[in-house]
């Protein structure tokens, strides 16, 4: 089994952009980062948050450079992508984290724009930043990697005449259709752009402020030590994939393009890049692809 974490000052020469890195399993990624060598451009809505954030790092936190951007926000994505692109000519790792849940009432609603919060947040302020990102992230053959927790958990897949999820369902949520997209998302791009290489985690139950009002039986099974993942070993995943080696061997000699990991080592779930499964339903490489075409006119690009 490989080691989950990156050779420490190895990688001066890489540029990562981390989006959603300013407190719980981001902000251990930056640290894991930096301290391999890395140099990170930190998307963040609040800077002088993402400063105090960075401030505790000590160490080679220098590395880390402050982008300002807001992922609820298509036209912050756009200035923060447009301000990326500006500062460097390659984007090694595209990091997307950031994530609300859907049980907190300042997460729900409708973003200025008129998209669901939620969905925008948890996925597509990260498909148009990925799509941005395109051209710096193919120069260096690089990698996205996104966040997604426990497949199985899942249910839902959004519905692709109402990604706005503007029509009331009881048998779907923002939320799990988000993940479910991330999961669509990861297998589209290696179709896509087979150069790049293209990864979800599964973190597991990790104890940071993201669940610190979750619901009781959530916060039970925490506080109980049950399944529990430290932030510092998806951090150290998240620097695996997006600068080790191993990776991008495993694409060079096996055609490997798409991973779905967990922080204990194995590979997180049996899917296949072509067919992803979340209870009964069966998301193929048809569904995929017309889900990119929904989300870039959603976000106003062409497909």
Same mark, same amino acid.
């Given at each position: 089994m490989p080691p989950r974490r990156p050779s420490t000052g190895a990688y001066a020469d890489r540029n990562v952009v981390v989006v959603g890195g300013t407190r719980g399993i981001g902000l251990a990624a930056v640290a894991a980062l930096t301290n391999a060598g890395a140099n990170v451009l930190l998307v963040a809505r609040d800077r002088a948050g993402a400063e105090a954030a960075l401030a505790t790092l000590g160490g080679p936190s220098h590395r880390a450079q402050i982008v300002d951007g807001d992922v609820s926000s298509l036209a912050s994505i756009r200035g923060a992508a447009a301000a990326i692109t500006a500062r460097v000519g390659r984007v090694d790792a595209l990091l997307c984290n950031a994530?609300?849940?859907?049980?907190?009432?300042?997460?729900?609603?409708?973003?200025? /724009?008129?998209?669901?919060?939620?969905?925008?947040?948890?996925?597509?302020g990260h498909y148009l930043m990925t799509r941005l990102l395109l051209a710096p992230l193919t120069e260096a053959r690089?990698?996205?990697?996104?966040?997604?927790?426990?497949?199985?958990?899942?249910?839902?897949?959004p519905r692709l005449d109402d990604l706005d999820y503007a029509r009331p369902s009881s048998d779907r949520t923002a939320y799990a259709g988000a993940k479910i997209a991330c999961f669509c998302l990861a297998s589209e791009l290696a179709r896509r752009h087979p150069r790049l290489l293209t990864a979800v985690i599964d973190p597991g139950l990790v104890a940071t402020d993201f669940q610190k009002d979750a619901p009781l039986p959530l916060r039970l099974l925490l506080a109980l030590g049950l399944f529990r993942n430290a932030p510092e070993a998806v951090g150290d995943l998240y620097a695996w994939l997006a600068l080790d080696d191993e990776p991008r061997r495993a694409l060079d000699? &096996?055609?490997?393009?798409?991973?779905?990991?967990?922080?204990?080592?194995? &590979?997180?779930?049996?899917?296949?890049?072509?067919?992803?499964?979340?209870?009964?339903?069966?998301?193929?490489?048809?569904?995929?692809?017309?889900?990119?075409? /929904?989300?870039?006119?959603l976000v106003g690009l062409s497909a």
């Amino acid at each position: 089994m490989p080691p989950r974490r990156p050779s420490t000052g190895a990688y001066a020469d890489r540029n990562v952009v981390v989006v959603g890195g300013t407190r719980g399993i981001g902000l251990a990624a930056v640290a894991a980062l930096t301290n391999a060598g890395a140099n990170v451009l930190l998307v963040a809505r609040d800077r002088a948050g993402a400063e105090a954030a960075l401030a505790t790092l000590g160490g080679p936190s220098h590395r880390a450079q402050i982008v300002d951007g807001d992922v609820s926000s298509l036209a912050s994505i756009r200035g923060a992508a447009a301000a990326i692109t500006a500062r460097v000519g390659r984007v090694d790792a595209l990091l997307c984290n950031a994530a609300v849940p859907d049980w907190r009432a300042s997460s729900r609603g409708r973003t200025d /724009e008129g998209h669901d919060r939620i969905f925008t947040t948890n996925y597509l302020g990260h498909y148009l930043m990925t799509r941005l990102l395109l051209a710096p992230l193919t120069e260096a053959r690089g990698r996205v990697i996104l966040i997604a927790g426990p497949q199985r958990f899942y249910r839902g897949a959004p519905r692709l005449d109402d990604l706005d999820y503007a029509r009331p369902s009881s048998d779907r949520t923002a939320y799990a259709g988000a993940k479910i997209a991330c999961f669509c998302l990861a297998s589209e791009l290696a179709r896509r752009h087979p150069r790049l290489l293209t990864a979800v985690i599964d973190p597991g139950l990790v104890a940071t402020d993201f669940q610190k009002d979750a619901p009781l039986p959530l916060r039970l099974l925490l506080a109980l030590g049950l399944f529990r993942n430290a932030p510092e070993a998806v951090g150290d995943l998240y620097a695996w994939l997006a600068l080790d080696d191993e990776p991008r061997r495993a694409l060079d000699q &096996r055609g490997e393009n798409v991973r779905f990991e967990s922080p204990r080592g194995a &590979r997180a779930l049996a899917n296949g890049r072509d067919l992803l499964v979340f209870g009964q339903e069966r998301l193929d490489a048809r569904y995929q692809a017309r889900l990119w075409d /929904e989300s870039a006119r959603l976000v106003g690009l062409s497909a």
